[in-house]
């Protein structure tokens, strides 16, 4: 039954998408963050939908008369030098015919990234990304908090097989980014009841959180915690109903979880966290062989452990977005992703402070400061997971690029002539 639901779903909207693409980045991000099809049992669970969708999009790209148009960022620009040093990067990796199948995964996001750049080009359909983006990452949020309440907090919280977050501690840092997403749909919503609700899966998703059992995701939720205090409008209560229900809930979290988060200071003792100081060390040696383009993508491999890391016996992943991407793409590619992701903090920055005052912008000043809190999360846990191509992050770049296109239209900064925002109230 789940396999025929999903299936009418996405063929049912594949000529809709043809007509109006946009709603092709829509049912591509249900199904990339959502993974619906890996909740069935039968045909639907290794089907090609998301490819589907990609197709459909590109066609109705092509041919209907739907807007498109580049943001007027420089996030665009960065974009572009990052994706086109991944390439150079392969062309020139140690084993150029393996990296190739990384490149072409990592491009088939970045070109649905490009696809949002174009086709999300007013408020109302940035809005709705925003909506699809927060709940199809929050549904397992919403669904691991039950589990989780329900079984005292002493059972792991995992996401949808086959995917990037399919690990306990990936599915905690993406949720760690959602939460600032679900904080401006309530901010931004008239509905008492919809707030209501985002407000409960507010705390089941920070619940999953707690029932990952994630050392990394303990930081990042710590940082993007504080952040989201540092942004919202009513300092003082928030902090007080925080300390509240964290006085109330530290009551209910098992020893165990405690046991877990406590290996964080002594980390020496702990094979784990050793492991992937083993595999850092490794990305250094190999970045200062190869300081330009790195090893190419997939270089964490038994094999060059055995000539660049410290213990060459211990074998690990990255476990790090930016020994990750140094590891693979040398120095220039560690510079243009601190760039890049340093540059989509500070545009956030500049909206807020450019909208404060203006109250039809008000729904702008609250999506650039949870894109920010996101950002920073994804910055704190991203330095102990190995999600450096990850297409979340790389979608609220886009989101910040629109973002920042819409509010330079409805000239709020002083170099632009004023004009109203396409699909923003004047």
Known sequence: MRDLIVTLIVFGMLPAILLRPHLGVYLWSWLGYMNPHRLTWGFAYSFPFAQLAAIATLLGLVFSKEPKRLPKSPLVTLWFMFVAWLCIATALAIDPGHSLEELIRSLKIQLMVLITFLLIVDRQKLHVLVWVVALSIGFFGIKGGVFALATGLNYRVWGPPGSFIEGNNELALALIMVLPLFRYLQLNSDNKWVKRG????????????????????????????????????????????????????????????FDRMATIENYQEDGSAMGRINAWGFAINLALDRPLTGGGFDTFTPELFWKYAPDPLDFHDSHSIYFEILAEQGFVGLFLFLALWGTTYFICGGIVRRCKKREELFWARDLAAMLQVSIVGYAVGGAFLGLAYFDLPYHMLAMTAVLHHLVKEAGVYEDEPLRTARGVPS
């Open 198 to 257: 985002l407000t409960v899966a507010m705390i089941l998703c920070a619940a999953s959180i707690v029932a990952s059992y994630s050392r990394g995701a303990f930081l990042a939720g710590a940082a993007m915690g504080f952040m989201l205090w540092l942004k919202s409008r009513r300092k003082l209560p928030i902090a007080i109903g925080a300390l509240a229900l964290i006085a109330v809930g530290i009551n209910f979290v098992p020893e165990k979880w």
